[in-house]
């Protein structure tokens, strides 16, 4: 079965770290490039970081640059996303998603567009708060 399962979502204070995991299954994760996105509710979904197949490229949206890190596992399938110093305003349900080919996720000028990917996962939620 073709999916995406993310885990490691909770409660966390401000301050606050937590590690996203993306596990794909059903295909074979290094083709494709990963984007994790957000949804606060009552907001659109927002770009927080992508990677490019075979990790040559990664993004980060301004408001979680040199907070955010992700990286890849490709022979375990899986991408991560270490959140450190979360503010409240990081509260949100977080997704990954994916789209096959290596230009994507590429070069200086990188847009995360949600309507780009075209496979989700389920989402799990983060909640920063004292």
């Known amino acids: ?7 490691g979502g909770g409660l966390v204070q401000p301050g606050g ?33 992508c990677i490019s197949a075979r ?8 408001t ?3 907070r955010f890190n992700i990286s890849r596992d490709d022979a375990k399938s899986t991408v991560f996303l ?16 994916t789209v096959y080919g290596t230009s994507w996720c590429t070069g200086p000028n990188v847009i995360l567009n949600a309507a780009h990917w075209s496979l989700w996962g389920q989402g799990t939620q983060v909640t920063v708060s004292s």
């Open 64 to 66: 979680v640059q040199d």
């Open 82 to 97: 270490q959140m450190n110093s979360l503010k409240p305003e990081d509260t949100a349900v977080y997704y990954c998603a």
């Open 55 to 62: 990790d040559s490229w990664r993004h980060y949206s301004d």
């Open 17 to 49: 770290s937590l590690r996203l995991s993306c596990v794909a299954s059903g295909f074979p994760l290094d083709y494709y490039a990963v984007g994790w996105f957000r949804q606060a509710p009552g907001k659109e979904r927002e770009g927080v970081s």
């Open 1 to 7: 079965q073709v999916q995406l399962v993310e885990s």
